[in-house]
């Protein structure tokens, strides 16, 4: 090396390294900008819930990946000023793809903070088979002008700790879809739900009135039978 000349290290496209560095290090800062930026925008398109009658809340949205319509309405019992966990509440689903319409129930007796609709099982490499849930059996009661007999159904105990009716099929000992239930609400619009052999721990019985999310039913196209 001839006297005097400095010995320079190069870098991508024969940039100096200090330079290949640098627009190395500004590349990643803005991959990671847009990534960033990217990620906000999917998680502002999801869909938050709406207040409506008083202990009322409304979801509705169109699961991406399987393009199902759905509308999700919660309705929760009062919270008190002790409590500090989520309140009990009962939830109806409606669903709608390809024109049919489907409706499922879903319980919490309290603690369960989540709304977002999950899409059904979709069949991977690695899961070819639908999870299976444990069984709980409930039971309700239908009151107003006056009383049904108890009811007694099985629930599946999701992972979350909200409960699901199970609606008829192959792995479901209910005979009765949702649906069916939706006639009694209607005319005994008070829901008294508890677990049907209770043990110690067990939560109590909880009544659900349920006329404000009825109304919000009527309003509801993809809730129609």
């Known amino acids: 090396m001839k006297a005097g000349m400095r010995q320079v290290s190069f870098g991508l496209r024969g940039l100096p390294m200090k330079r290949a560095l640098s627009s190395w290090s500004k590349a990643a800062i803005v991959f990671a900008m847009a990534a960033g930026h990217a990620l906000s925008a999917q998680e502002a398109a999801e869909p938050q819930p709406v207040a409506g009658a008083q202990n009322l809340l409304r979801l509705e949205g169109t699961d991406a990946r399987s393009g ?10 009062p919270k008190t000023d002790a409590e500090t966990k989520a309140s009990p509440r009962f939830t109806v689903e409606c669903t709608e793809v390809r024109g049919k319409h489907q409706m499922s129930w879903f319980m919490s007796f309290g603690g369960v903070d989540g709304f977002a609709f999950e899409p059904p099982f979709h069949p991977t490499q690695t899961d070819l088979l639908p999870p299976r849930y444990p069984s709980a059996n409930l039971k309700m009661v239908f009151e107003g002008y006056t009383k049904s007999k108890p009811f007694v159904r099985a629930w599946a105990e999701l992972p979350s700790g909200e409960l699901r009716y199970r609606n008829p099929g192959l792995d479901s000992p209910n005979m009765e879809a949702p649906q069916h239930w939706m006639q009694f609400l209607i005319a005994l619009p008070g829901l008294r739900i508890g677990y049907a052999k209770p043990i110690n721990g067990s939560p109590t019985e909880l009544l659900f009135p349920t006329q404000p999310l009825l109304e919000e039913l ?3 196209p993809i809730c129609a039978p």
Do not use: A, P
């Open 218 to 220: 009527r309003k509801t």
């Open 68 to 77: 199902i319509h759905y509308v999700r309405l919660f309705l929760s019992l």
